[in-house]
C-alpha cells in the first residue's frame, strides 16, 4: 500500500455500555470519535485511564460492539466496516488483514510456546516450515529462551508471557496492527526489542495504533498522538 | 460459489410440545470450517434445537437444508430414513456428552472405530484396523488398547474414543452435545485442545452446545446466547463474551467464576 493510503478510517464512532444487573445504568465510553490511521505510520491513543483507549482497540478488532459511526478497514478485498460487519467478515479481517497484542495472553492449555506463536501465520496460508522460521525469529528477538519453546506458556512469568503474546500478535502479514501496552510488563533490553520489531512494522508500510503508557516509549514509536480525552462529548452530556 | 454457501441452514426452526415451547424462530447458517457455540442454560431449548439440526427431532415450524457432497441441496423433512442414517454415518457426526451413549460398550475401542468405516463398505480387515489403530493414535489413544473394551477406559479416553469414532470417516458437520460436560478440568483442558485441532486440520463444520462458557470461547467463532427457547443473543464469539448486550447474557457472563 501507499503511504498516506488510509488503512483505518474511524468516523463518528460512539460507545456505551449498559449495565442491566445495575438498573440500566448506562456509562458513556467515547463519541464523536474521528481519525486515520495511514499505512507505514504508528498512531498512539492518548488520554489518561478510563478515557476509552482501550474500548477504542476492542472496537476495532470487534470484540467490543460500537453503537454508532463506522470503522472502515482496507482490506484486500475492499473497505469493511468492522461497525455494521457480518461476523464471518470480521473472522476474515483478523486472518489476513489486522493483527492484534493483547494486554495479556490468553492461555490455550497444553499448547506449546511455538505453536500458540505460529497460529496466526498458519491461519494465513503460510507455510508450515516459513512459520516455524518465522515464530523462532521473533521469540529470539524477544529473549525468550528456546528450552521453554517447547513448554505451554501458562506457567511463565508475567513478562515471558508478554513476549510470547508480542510474537504472536507480530508473526501474521497485516496491514494493521493493533497494540494494548505491549511493553507494559518488560525490563528496558526487551523494551528496545519491541520497538525495533514496531519500526520494521512501520517500515513495511504496515499501519499501527497503539496504547502505550511508557512515555518513553510512546515519544520512540509514535508518529501520530491521538487524544481520546477529546471524544469525551457523551461524557460531558451524561 | 460452492465454497462460500452454507452447509447448514436453519430458518424459522420452532417445536412446540403441545403448548410447551421447545423453541422458537431459530435461523442460522454455518459453512465449512466454522464452529458455532449454542450456549444457555438447561431448559432454554438448546438440545430441541440440536435434536432438530441433527434430523432426530422432527420440528413443528420452518427448516433445515443441508448441502449434500455432490453440491445438491436437501430440506432435511424430505429425506428418508435410510438417507437420513447414511447421513449420519458418512457426512455427520454426534458427539454425545455421556460417551457411553455413543459408543458401543461391549465392542473393543478397534471395533468402535472400526465398524463406522464399514458402515461405509469398507470391507479389508487390515486396511480397517491400521486406520482405527491411526485414529487411536491421533486422539492420543496407546494403540496397545485397541482391543480393550471402553467399560476399561477413563472417561476423558472414552470421550477421545467417541470422537475418533466419529472422524473417521471424515465427516463435514458434526454436532456436539457438552462434549467436556461431567470431565475433569485437565481432561477437559486436553479434550478441548485435541477438538482445536481437529476442527482446524479437517475444515469441520460443527455445532457445539455448551452451557460452559469457557469451552465455547476457546471451540468457536461464533456463538448463539438461548433462553426461554429464543435466541436471544448471537455473533462473534469474543464480542458476545466481552461486549454482552442482553440482560441475560450479562448475568451469564458475569457468573463466571474466576481461578
Sequence with gaps: MNPADPVLEVRDVAKSFTMHLRGGLTIPVVAGVGFDVCAGECVVLGGPSGAGKSSLLKMVWGNYGVDAGSIRIASPDGPVDVATAEPRAVLKLRRGTMGYVSQFLRVVPRVATLDVVMEPALAQGTDPAVARERAQALLTRLNVPERLWSLPPATFSGGEQQRV??????????????LDEPTASLDATNRAAVIELIDAKKAAGVGLLGIFHDADVRDRVATRIVDVTGFAGARAAA | MTATAPLLEARGLA????????????????REGEVLAVVGESGSGKSTLLSMLSGRLAPSAGSVVYRLRDGSTRDLADLSEAERRHLFRTDWGFVHQDARDGLRMGVSAGGNVGERLMAVGARHYGEIRAKAAD???????????????PTAFSGGMRQRLQ???????????????EPTGGLDVSVQAR????????????????????????????????IMVMRGGRVIEAGLTDRVLDDPREAYTQLLVASILQP
Design chain 2, 163 to 177: 470422537i475418533a469414532r466419529n472422524l473417521v470417516t471424515a465427516p463435514r458437520l458434526v454436532f456436539m452435545d
Design chain 2, 191 to 222: 479434550l478441548l485442545d485435541l477438538l482445536r485441532r481437529l476442527v482446524a486440520d479437517m475444515g469441520l463444520a460443527v455445532v457445539v452446545v455448551t452451557h460452559d462458557l469457557a469451552v465455547a470461547r476457546l471451540l468457536s467463532d461464533r
Design chain 1, 165 to 178: 503474546n508480542i510474537a504472536r500478535g507480530m508473526i501474521a502479514e497485516v496491514r494493521l496492527l493493533l
Design chain 2, 15 to 30: 417445536k412446540w410440545y403441545g403448548d410447551r415451547l421447545g423453541c422458537r424462530d431459530v435461523s442460522f447458517d454455518i
Design chain 2, 135 to 149: 485414529w487411536l493414535d491421533r486422539v492420543e489413544i496407546d494403540v496397545s488398547r485397541i482391543d480393550e473394551k
